[in-house]
């Protein structure tokens, strides 16, 4: 298996634009994670979904902040309007149930 | 609420030295799971181990041994005869079951390690 896949690794957007991340997961893994990585509050998980569905969204910021996943091979997090302050680096991770995670290589978003 | 710490920001060491990364945990719960993983200079997060509260058995695996103690709630990783190759940011994860998954992780904030020459 390819691992979990995410688009772009490198994103620069000015402020106000739209932002969509994307993931793909293991393939079989039924557990899909967005976490969000930043020198201030370090790791921190946003949202995760079982089985396509999400189950604990507390971690999201805002409500500018929002996820999908419209399928169990493909997850979307999207910022609009984008602000400086969500420059980090997101990284998706996806598990069977009761087992590890394993991360994607992470999508770097810089708002400018 | 669940917290993990590691007190340990940066650690230098030379070439072929031990090391070991400490890692202490805080939960309410009786069921949980304990994780390290490592985070080399391209930025990617690489699963490295995973213990459950209920197996405190220490682990090895080639240069890398674990050490798990519910009594003093810490999970700590020794890198034996370190090579520069294990330069990254190592952090110690947990996630309680009662989530009803295992990776909704609470993550320290990392130990930077630097192996050189």
């Known amino acids: 298996d390819a691992g979990v896949i995410q688009s772009p690794r490198h994103e620069v957007t000015e402020m106000g634009q739209e932002v969509t991340l994307r993931c793909k997961p293991i393939?079989?893994?039924?557990?899909l994670f967005w976490y969000r990585q930043t020198m201030m509050r370090g790791l921190e998980l946003l949202i995760y979904f079982n089985n396509n569905v999400p189950i604990d969204d507390s971690g999201m910021p805002e409500d500018r902040f929002s996820a999908k996943m419209p399928n169990a091979s493909f997850s979307t997090l999207k910022i609009q309007p984008s602000e400086p302050r969500d420059s980090a680096v997101y990284f998706c991770a996806s598990s069977l149930e009761r087992t590890e995670a394993f991360f994607g290589q992470g999508t770097r978003l810089t708002v400018v | 609420a669940q917290k993990v710490t590691q007190a340990q920001t940066e650690i230098s060491v030379v070439e072929k030295e031990d090391v070991t990364l400490d890692c202490v945990y805080e939960?309410?719960?009786?069921?949980?799971?304990l994780f390290w993983y490592k985070q080399p200079p391209s930025g990617e997060l690489v699963f490295l181990i995973r213990r459950n509260s209920f197996d405190e058995q220490n682990e090895i695996s080639g240069r890398y041994s674990w050490n798990f103690q519910k009594s003093t709630s810490s999970f700590n990783f020794t890198i034996t005869a370190s090579q520069v190759v294990d330069s990254a940011v190592y952090f110690c994860a947990l996630s309680e079951a009662n989530t009803g998954t295992a990776s909704k992780l609470t993550f320290g904030t990392g130990t930077r390690l630097q192996v050189t020459l």
């Open positions: 393939s079989g893994h039924n557990s």
């Open positions: 939960t309410r719960d009786t069921t949980y799971y």
